[in-house]
């Protein structure tokens, strides 16, 4: 079954986030207010939903410390989230100007 739009939408700001960041890396707690500040609602709920799976798609590694949890893109995530290599269930980015 195919994500929908805004789940697809999520991921993708997510790896585009963490491609971004020193050392590929970034906590939940700030993923849900870069996801949430380009415009996607997103819950802890839905957060962690989606680390998880981007996770299981090989694009991130999670660190769990309990009460912080840390995101770090892989390469291939890495390739995603620049539009080099497309996954089934992220959004693709549109064209940079």
Same mark, same amino acid.
């Given at each position: 079954?195919?994500?929908?739009?805004?789940?697809?939408?999520?991921?993708?700001?997510?790896?585009?986030?963490?491609?971004?960041?020193?050392?590929?890396?970034?906590?939940?707690?700030? @993923? !849900?207010?870069?996801?949430?500040?380009?415009? *996607?609602?997103?819950?802890?709920?839905?957060m +962690?939903? $989606?680390?998880?799976? #981007?996770?299981?798609?090989? @694009? !991130?590694?999670?660190?769990?410390?309990?009460? *912080?949890?840390?995101?770090?893109?892989?390469? +291939?995530? $890495?390739?995603?989230? #620049?539009?080099r290599?497309v996954?089934?269930?992220?959004?693709?980015?549109?064209?940079?100007?």
């Open positions: 079954m195919a994500a929908n739009p805004e789940t697809e939408h999520r991921r993708l700001s997510i790896l585009r986030h963490l491609e971004r960041s020193s050392d590929y890396t970034s906590n939940a707690s700030i @993923l !849900i207010d870069v996801v949430n500040g380009v415009g *996607v609602s997103t819950t802890e709920d839905q +962690r939903a $989606a680390l998880a799976w #981007l996770a299981d798609a090989e @694009l !991130i590694e999670i660190t769990d410390h309990g009460h *912080v949890v840390i995101a770090t893109a892989t390469v +291939r995530g $890495a390739e995603v989230a #620049l539009g290599s996954h089934p269930g992220v959004k693709r980015p549109t064209a940079r100007r």
